[in-house]
């Protein structure tokens, strides 16, 4: 029987597993056939969206009673991994709607933990019910917005939108400055700030209808890789949101991301399976390539010349190491019982996102250095997956930054690590 695509990095899949990443595996023929025209022209496929709502895959990690596939992180990491050996930018999208899901998932954990009262727990569940039915009962795509480009020293992420309260809701002002699916997503997720409140605490989320009014794009995105994305960014403008689209409770924000695992809400190693699958597919391409094609005097396959074996050899290395380095991840946040303490898993991920990046990147090297100069051309999978399989390299954080806020967490036990810090 033939592996289904994923379990290429989820080994041991079990019977509901597999029926979930079988819809998966139906869907990557027609994503592959549209991958190149949207890398080529810059733009997101409407009708990619359309096939992933179709299949149901929209709310793959939505729990069934609101109409999703009641998946969980394993399936979500190799349903990213499989796109992304198609169509690394569909699968990038993806990734971001289904985060999404982490703003219902983790509320209804935060209220069964207790940690809203009792005048607060209704207006927690009537927003976080209404973002998993969104997604699953009704397989609309949610974008997801919090990233902006203003850093400071104390936080990766420094959220300065603002939500001011006004009559019958809010208004946002702000600019997002990543975010994929910038007008095509049926709805925004956005994450601001209350006015007045300068810390973790007033953070909140507020749901914003596409093309509603004060809304626009960033930036035209003209990127080196995932082209195909629509990363407009996110400009709010006087922006009116209902109170029944706004969960803009003062810690809620804090309190969701505390139910989480590991780092910020527990997805990472998701977005990482995507460059995985990007360097997972170049890998294959340029086995075969080595394999098909012979050398003009001996006949023999070009795999065979000393030059090329040996980046075949770091091309192999290279791959499985940032499969066991995801793999383990995977086997960290989702292992019941967990298998190692809380304390532990933090610094796993910072480094694990790093590792997993720079060697599918690494990957995509050797197999262009095999591919040669024809491999240049902006139309083959050897150029396609390193200009993709960069955008792993600064998407989220650098390598280097993990590592050294691992070490800091390591030696000090604390350290800059984004998000984590609202869950102390």
Same mark, same amino acid.
């Given at each position: 029987?033939?592996?289904?695509? %994923?379990?290429?990095?989820? +080994?041991? @899949?079990?019977?509901?597993?597999?029926?979930?990443?079988?819809?998966?595996? +139906?869907?990557?023929?027609?994503?592959?056939?549209?991958?190149?025209?949207?890398?080529?022209?810059?733009?997101?496929?409407?009708?990619?969206?359309?096939?992933?709502?179709?299949?149901?895959?929209?709310?793959?990690?939505?729990? +069934? #009673? =609101?109409? $999703?596939?009641?998946?969980?992180? #394993?399936? !979500? %990491?190799?349903? @990213?991994?499989?796109?992304?050996?198609? @169509?690394?930018?569909?699968?990038?999208? =993806?990734?971001?709607?289904?985060?999404?899901?982490? #703003?219902?998932?983790?509320?209804?954990?935060?209220?069964?933990? $207790?940690?809203?009262?009792? #005048?607060?727990?209704?207006?927690?569940?009537?927003?976080?019910?209404?973002?998993?039915?969104?997604?699953?009962?009704?397989?609309? !795509?949610? %974008?997801?917005?919090?990233?902006?480009?203003?850093?400071s020293e104390a936080a990766a992420i420094t959220i300065t939108t603002k939500a001011s309260r006004v009559d019958g809701g809010w208004e946002l002002n702000g600019a997002k400055s990543f975010g994929c699916a910038t007008g095509i997503a049926d709805r925004y997720l956005v994450a601001a700030s209350l006015d007045g409140m300068d810390d973790a605490s007033g953070l909140c989320t507020f749901m914003v209808k596409r093309g509603a009014t004060g809304t626009r794009g960033r930036i035209e995105w003209n990127a080196l890789g995932m082209r195909g994305t629509a990363t407009e960014g996110l400009v709010l403008e006087n922006v009116f949101v209902a109170d029944e689209d706004a969960m803009a409770i003062p810690g809620s924000f804090v309190k969701m991301c505390s139910q989480s695992r590991t780092g910020f809400v527990g997805n990472q190693v998701a977005a990482s399976s995507i460059y995985l699958g990007g360097a997972f597919a170049v890998y294959q391409a340029a086995l075969g390539n080595m394999r098909e094609r012979k050398f003009q005097d001996t006949g023999r396959p070009l795999g065979t010349g000393p030059y090329q074996r040996q980046l075949i050899g770091d091309m192999y290395a290279d791959l499985h190491t940032a499969l066991l380095w995801a793999r383990r991840m995977i086997d960290i946040e989702t292992a019941e019982p967990p298998i190692v303490p809380q304390d532990d898993v933090i610094p796993f991920w910072r480094t694990c996102k790093g590792q997993v990046a720079e060697y599918s990147f690494k990957v995509t090297q050797h197999a262009l250095k095999l591919a040669g100069t024809s491999g240049t051309l902006f139309s083959t999978p050897f150029s396609r997956a390193l200009r993709d399989v960069a955008m792993g390299l600064v998407q989220a954080f650098p390598a280097e930054r993990g590592r050294l806020e691992t070490a800091q967490l390591l030696v000090e036990g604390t350290g800059q690590t984004a998000f984590d810090s609202l869950r102390k």
């Open positions: 029987m033939n592996k289904l695509t %994923a379990e290429h990095l989820i +080994e041991d @899949c079990t019977p509901k597993e597999q029926a979930i990443l079988q819809r998966v595996e +139906e869907v990557l023929p027609t994503l592959k056939a549209r991958s190149q025209a949207m890398d080529r022209d810059g733009y997101l496929d409407p009708e990619n969206v359309r096939l992933l709502s179709e299949a149901g895959l929209l709310g793959l990690v939505v729990p +069934e #009673r =609101y109409g $999703g596939l009641g998946g969980g992180l #394993r399936e !979500w %990491a190799g349903t @990213c991994f499989a796109i992304g050996t198609v @169509c690394p930018s569909t699968a990038l999208a =993806y990734f971001f709607h289904l985060t999404s899901a982490s #703003r219902g998932n983790l509320s209804l954990k935060a209220i069964d933990a $207790g940690l809203f009262d009792p #005048r607060e727990e209704p207006m927690v569940r009537a927003f976080a019910e209404k973002v998993l039915h969104t997604m699953g009962r009704d397989r609309q !795509w949610l %974008a997801n917005f919090a990233s902006e480009s203003v850093k």
